[in-house]
């Protein structure tokens, strides 16, 4: 058995230790805002937070996420109280079809920097087929 | 699948030399990639992640002992390491991205052997030495000598990485580079990947050079032809030419669909090129 936290709530998990954070989270807790994109790392899509840092789900088995605290994006706002980052993506058109959002969304929220380059930098293991980007950095450095 | 997961280093040891087969797992960001493709199924793992006593960082007079499973952002983030090995720390910094850095470790960058393996080259300038623990006693393996060709190293059946030791330079280096040359500024594998260490004397002629490439042979390679070459002349355009011919004695770069011999050939020559002319910026 393994327990952790997700979204602030203990939780406890009983099935395979090799079972995928992102599949546990969309299959065993019905948390589907995480998005897998490729499964192997590169896209970032599936981006969660993990004792508060980002980490890409897809790659994390959740026998290693004993005693973790996980963070998705169902808890960093709700439709009708969005978080700062969501109202400015909004606004910047930081979104369009969405897919690749929650993941960015999760490691913006830890961001600590608003240069254009540090955003840049950070949010580089993020790909986005619809912005082109800048909309996606205008939004987070205008938060 | 089977998963041990040992909390010490010496149990680890136990369960690994019980278990032979056993795959074991740090960070997860190569072996979760193998996973999600089917290639692990029915293994047993060895997770190493709670093992506790290798997460560490512990400095000694004659240098610093990084755990081996510190993610590299950790990594990143210690001042002695970013004072004394930047280039190692700008290495961890393009490993990937940030989601990746938050959970790969150095010692599995290492037994992963790639060819590509981005932080290999400061690695070697930088002669750091690995620390290994196994049912026969403690190692300790000068890290060039870890890897024995594509994803394959000279470690042993039951040994496991406990450290990575970087020695202190005995004096600042003059000029020093990292560059990594790939196809997306993050979550990409690199053409071509360069370290260098550069000591002068007080009439320019070169003291030392240490310089290695990553992904130009199945493992990454010194350049001792140049470096050697190099060493008590100063460095002029002709002798620097040289120094780019002498470059390719001790490289095999390939094709492949990343790229071509004669791409990977050339930036490697022009980064060598801008090191030893002092084109490259010192910060
Ligand atoms: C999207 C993506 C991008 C990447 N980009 C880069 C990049 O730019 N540059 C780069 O160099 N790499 C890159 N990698 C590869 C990978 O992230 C690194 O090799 C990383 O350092 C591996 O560390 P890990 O802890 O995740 O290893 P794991 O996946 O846990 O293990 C890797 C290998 O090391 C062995 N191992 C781990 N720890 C030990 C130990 N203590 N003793 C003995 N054997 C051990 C394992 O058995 C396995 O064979 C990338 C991977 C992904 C998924
Ligand atoms: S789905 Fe995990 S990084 Fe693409
Ligand atoms: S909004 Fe469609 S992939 Fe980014």
Redesign the pocket.
């Known amino acids: 058995m393994i327990t952790f936290t997700i979204n602030g709530k203990k939780r406890t998990y009983k099935g395979l230790a090799f079972k995928r954070l992102i599949d546990v989270l969309r299959e065993d807790f019905a948390l589907t805002g995480t998005k897998e994109g490729c499964g192997?790392?590169?896209c970032g899509a599936c981006t969660v937070l993990v004792d508060d840092l980002p980490a890409t789900s897809c790659?994390i088995p959740i026998g290693q996420m004993q005693g973790r605290a996980i963070e998705t994006v169902e808890n960093l706002g709700r439709p009708d109280k969005l978080h700062p980052l969501q109202k400015s993506f909004l606004k910047h058109g930081g979104s369009q079809c969405g897919f690749c959002t929650p993941g960015i969304l999760m490691s913006a929220s830890r961001l600590q920097t608003k240069k254009h380059s540090g955003i840049r930098k950070a949010m580089a293991g993020h790909l986005c087929r619809c912005t082109g980007y800048q909309q996606i950095v205008d939004s987070i450095r205008n938060k | 699948m089977t998963v041990l997961g040992p909390r010490t280093g010496s149990e680890a040891v136990a369960l690994y030399e019980k278990n032979p087969q056993a795959?074991?797992?740090?960070?997860?960001?190569?072996?979760?990639?193998a996973w999600n493709r089917g290639t692990l199924n029915h293994k047993t793992i060895l997770d190493?992640s709670a093992v506790r006593e290798w997460r560490a960082i512990a400095k000694t007079e004659t240098g610093v002992l990084i755990g081996?499973l510190l993610p590299?952002s950790e990594l990143q983030k210690d001042p002695v390491i970013f004072e004394k090995f930047p280039l190692l720390v700008q290495a961890a910094s393009?490993?990937?991205a940030w989601q990746?850095q938050n959970?790969?470790?150095?010692?599995?960058?290492i037994?992963?052997a790639?060819p590509?393996?981005?932080?290999f080259p400061p690695l070697v300038v930088y002669e750091a030495v690995v620390h290994t623990v196994s049912p026969h006693g403690p190692r300790s393996i000068p890290v060039r000598e870890v890897f024995a060709g594509v994803k394959k190293t000279t470690?042993g059946p039951g040994e496991?990485?406990a450290s990575i030791e970087l020695p202190f330079l005995k004096q600042n280096p003059d000029r020093q580079l990292f560059r990594k040359v790939g196809g997306r500024a993050a979550?990409?594998?690199s053409k071509t990947a360069a370290a260098g260490l550069l000591w002068l004397k007080p009439d320019g002629a070169v003291k030392e050079l240490r310089f290695a490439l990553g992904s130009m042979a199945p493992t990454v390679r010194r350049l001792r032809a140049a470096e050697k070459f190099v060493k008590g002349k100063k460095l002029t355009p002709e002798i620097v030419s040289e120094a780019l011919e002498l470059l390719k004695k001790d490289v095999s770069p390939i094709d492949d669909w990343r790229s071509t011999i004669e791409y990977r050939l050339r930036v490697s020559q022009n980064l060598l090129e801008a090191f030893l002319l002092g084109h490259v910026p010192q910060r």
């Open positions: 192997e790392g590169e790659l | 795959i074991p797992l740090a960070g997860g960001t190569d072996l979760m990639v190493l081996s590299l393009i490993v990937g990746i959970r790969a470790t150095l010692a599995g960058n037994a992963n790639s590509a393996g981005d932080t470690l496991l990485i979550m990409t594998i």
